[in-house]
Nanobody
Framework: QLQASGGGLVQPGGSLRLSCEASGFTLDNYAIGWFRQVPGKEREGISCISPSNSPTYTYYTDSMKGRFTISRDAGKNTGYLRMNSLKPEDTAVYYC??????????????????WGPGTLVTVSS
């Protein structure tokens, strides 16, 4: 199972760090992806990181570059998404997911077979 946490209410320009903790399996062999969904819109991929046992590769969609940072801690079996300079349009439910791969990562949802229930991020003054 995956459990995303760390969401909440934050003012525009603020920061949050989301966590994605795995239980029942080891995340080392999985790429971690972060996705988000705004009510009424399709879920979109925003960032991913390669498995721990492969060269580090990260990917961000253009609107996240420079604001969001993805990372992982193998010892804690957890992935993270640090979000800075948050904007009202970042308001969404954020999901983490794990893809069993041994190379890089992608934001193709079909590659991810483990999903967490999501955590709500609200950016508002």
């Amino acid at each position: 199972q995956l459990q995303a946490s760390g969401g909440g209410l934050v003012q525009p320009g603020g920061s949050l760090r989301l966590s994605c903790e795995a239980s029942g399996f080891t995340l080392d062999n999985y790429a971690i992806g972060w996705f988000r969904q705004v009510p009424g819109k399709e879920r979109e991929g925003i960032s991913c990181i390669s498995p721990s046992n492969s060269p580090t590769y990260t990917y961000y969609t253009d609107s996240m570059k420079g604001r969001f940072t993805i990372s992982r801690d193998a010892g804690k079996n957890t992935g993270y998404l640090r979000m800075n300079s948050l904007k009202p349009e970042d308001t969404a439910v954020y999901y983490c997911a794990a893809a069993p791969t041994d190379v890089r990562c992608s934001l193709a949802e079909y590659e991810y077979d483990e999903w967490g229930p999501g955590t709500l991020v609200t950016v508002s003054s």
